[in-house]
Nanobody, 125 residues
Framework: QVQLVESGGGVAQDGGSLRLSCTAS????????MSWFRQAPGKEREFVAA????????TYADSVKDRFTIDKDNLSNTVTLQMNQLKPEDTAVYYC??????????????????WGQGTQVTVSS
């Protein structure tokens, strides 16, 4: 069973930075597409960014493009999300997700089969 464990959440000021990490428990995730989603209170879970297992293809939500960077290290089975220029509207629980596919064409959370427990990110104004 694949387990994903996030870390790195916390509190940042408007314009600040945070770095999230997600470590997978099994080597099989080396060939899996990985992503980050987030969910703010009272809102649906939304796509943030995704990366193919080899890092050759990356996609971002428009709301975070040019501010967030997703990266993957297959040696350590870790995917990271570097978040710069944070805004109060980035406040949410951030979830790491994986799917047993090369493709990152889906931004629907239902198409991602493995999830971490989530980590809280709070941006104060």
């Amino acid at each position: 069973q694949v387990q994903l464990v996030e870390s790195g959440g916390g509190v940042a000021q408007d314009g600040g930075s945070l770095r999230l990490s997600c470590t997978a428990s099994e080597r099989t995730t080396r060939n899996a597409a990985m992503s980050w989603f987030r969910q703010a209170p009272g809102k649906e879970r939304e796509f943030v960014a995704a990366i193919t297992w080899n890092g050759h293809s990356i996609t971002y939500a428009d709301s975070v493009k040019d501010r967030f960077t997703i990266d993957k290290d297959n040696l350590s089975n870790t995917v990271t999300l570097q978040m710069n220029q944070l805004k109060p509207e980035d406040t949410a629980v951030y979830y790491c997700a994986a799917r047993a596919s090369y493709y990152i064409d889906s931004r629907n959370s239902k198409d991602w089969g493995y999830w971490g427990q989530g980590t809280q990110v709070t941006v104060s104004s």
